[in-house]
């Protein structure tokens, strides 16, 4: 009978974190997400308050080393990101690693130019449980999720940076 009632009460935890994930409307506010990325320095991203100026366009990337597709998509994130940081663009990649594998991944991040960060040093419970990767999400100057990697295609490619993210970048720099 209890392992009954902890694989219910596991399934009905699985379920929660799945609507929650499933919460994640394009056009709404975007869930808080906190925490201290790989060189110390704490990260804390709020829905901006309406009116504020040149608040960042912030793409959220979930990635591990060891996933296939993530290593083809960071070369494209970070020329992406070289073109287009001083118009306001933020990257922030957020390895699925096991801790253990801590200096594998500030290798690898040391090649591009963006912040990243441990799952386990983030906090990010609006986002839901993070099930495949790769997946993105962005966040424009407002604070609005203006695109969820659950409904979207799995990996970026440069067509797909340039239409949904370069018009977020500009419309913004218009007085």
Do not use: K
Not at 45 to 56: I, K, N, Y
Not at 118 to 144: E, L
């Amino acid at each position: 009978m209890p392992s009954r009632l902890l694989s219910l009460i596991l399934g009905l935890l699985l379920l929660g974190l799945s609507l929650s994930a499933r919460a994640l409307e394009v056009g709404s506010p975007a869930p808080d997400l906190s925490g201290t990325l790989l060189d110390g320095q704490p990260l804390a991203l709020h829905p901006a308050a309406p009116g504020t100026a040149r608040a960042p366009v912030v793409l959220i990337h979930f990635w591990a080393t060891w996933c296939e597709p993530c290593r083809r998509e960071m070369p494209i994130l970070d020329a992406y990101y070289r073109r287009h940081r001083d118009q306001g663009l933020v990257i922030l990649a957020i390895s699925l690693d096991d801790p253990g594998a801590r200096a594998q991944v500030r290798q690898t991040l040391a090649s591009y130019g963006f912040a990243g960060a441990m799952a386990r040093d983030m906090h990010y419970p609006g986002w839901g449980r993070i099930w495949r990767i790769p997946v993105s999400f962005v966040v424009d100057r407002q604070g609005i999720l203006r695109h969820n990697g659950w409904s979207g295609p799995a990996e970026w490619t440069e067509a797909s940076l340039e239409s949904q993210i370069t018009p977020l970048l500009t419309a913004a720099e218009a007085p």
